[in-house]
């Protein structure tokens, strides 16, 4: 049965959830029930052993509920699964999402003939199926979830959704990415892939309003021809963190999803050939990517500008600079002379421009005569200031993150802050950088490489 991508909207916003074995004690799935009975969403909850769960009625199957039910959440135990599978399509569910592991992953026959008979069902239907071995859906916007994610601990609804494979790997994502400040709008974990696959997932991101970056996690691969015209025709950044590169690896990721990972200079050739997708290296580099894609203007020209407190730093930036193929901008005189008003006869007004002592003093005003400058795309500026002075005046960082923001603003140029120091001058950063959307990271080839690739995407055949 060919499918299509209208009908995943259920596992975003259903409007009636049944949690096949359903548990009211400390165990896989327990927080996940506890959070859904207890939200606005119309939940039940399905166990054959139990009356009721955490004060509501249980229902010893799905079919004995008396209402209608678009989703299914299933998460009992591996043998029990096709059953509960085989009553949802009874009582004639939207979705079912499976977050029970211990199928063809584990290389066992009788489990793999499990896996196998599942995705049968799932051809034969209408009815769509994320996993089995994941841990589904999060919708920030709504705070509709299936994982053991805290609303209260993340941040609100963002502009970058995640596609991964893995599903515990999931949750980390947004554990991480909250440290960081980094906002999501949707996280999607798929498991084994029975059905619904990143193919189905990117088309359906690419029509999502909430979704302005794609990041995708992908180990294997079962649709290649489809999802290269998927790709192709995306008019969304995606970037995508591709696992397998080694035979070590590719052996690890059989084993843990059992997914083939395939030849990878396949598909690095693949991501290579199509704008606006853009291959990582690692998930540090995937999200400070992101989120400049996600907060900051698109950089027209290839010039970067450079403002610093240290020279070598700003030395080394320069070298990721020619790296990537992009310019060290030539700064115009009349900037030069701006910047000679303000600030110490010791500093360097070229590009990069070091300020060195004079940082705090003199941001303000080399910040606005860059801007203004013609010749500047866009800003790296490099904070290398250490903490006891920052602590021992108390001195504030929002009034140079409300500057930056107005400027970026105006001139529709990004700019990316690149920390160097302690965890805490990290901190200092952070804590405030949701407020004014300004990209935080500490790796200045992560940087570089986000500049470069914004600079791809805006002279792409994407806009």
Known sequence: MIKNTNNLGVFFNPKSIAIIGASDTFKFGYAMTNY???????????????KEILGHKAFKSIIDIPDTIELAIIIVPNDQVLDAVKDCVKKQVKGIIIETAGFAETGIEKYIKIQQAIEKIAHATKIRIIGPNCVGITNFKNKFTTTEIEFTKVLDAGKISIIAQSGVLGNIFIDWGASQKIAFSKSITLGNKVDVDEVDMLEFLENDADTEVITLYLE??????????????????????????????????????????GDDKIFDAIFKQFSGIYRVNNFFEMFDIAQ?????????????AIITASGSLGALACDEIQKVG??????????????????????????????GPSLLMTFKPALKALMNDENVDAILYIFTVPRKPLEDFSIPITPQLSEIRNYVKRFKKPLIICVFGSRWVLDYFLKDSTR???????RVD???KAFKM???????NKL
Not at 233 to 258: C, D, F
Not at 293 to 302: C, D, H, I, R, V
Not at 326 to 339: F, G, V
Request: hydrophobic share 40%; charged share 20%.
């Open 36 to 50: 859904l009975l207890s939200s606005e969403f119309k939940t039940y909850p399905v166990n054959i052993k139990k």
């Open 220 to 261: 294997g691969v079962k649709r290649g021809k489809k999802l290269l015209e998927v790709l192709r025709n995306l008019t969304k950044p995606v970037i995508i963190l591709k696992n397998g590169r080694s035979e070590i690896g590719s052996n690890a990721i059989k084993s843990h999803t059992g997914s083939i990972a």
């Open 292 to 304: 400049v894609f996600a907060t900051q203007p698109l950089m027209s020209g290839k010039n970067i």
């Open 326 to 355: 992009l310019n060290l901008a030539p700064l115009n005189e009349l900037t030069k002379e701006s910047m000679k008003l303000i600030a110490p006869n010791w500093t360097s007004l070229r590009n990069p421009v070091d300020l």
């Open 436 to 442: 004014y959307q300004i990209p935080i990271m500490t």
């Open 446 to 448: 992560h940087a570089i």
């Open 454 to 460: 914004m600079y791809d995407f805006k002279n792409s």
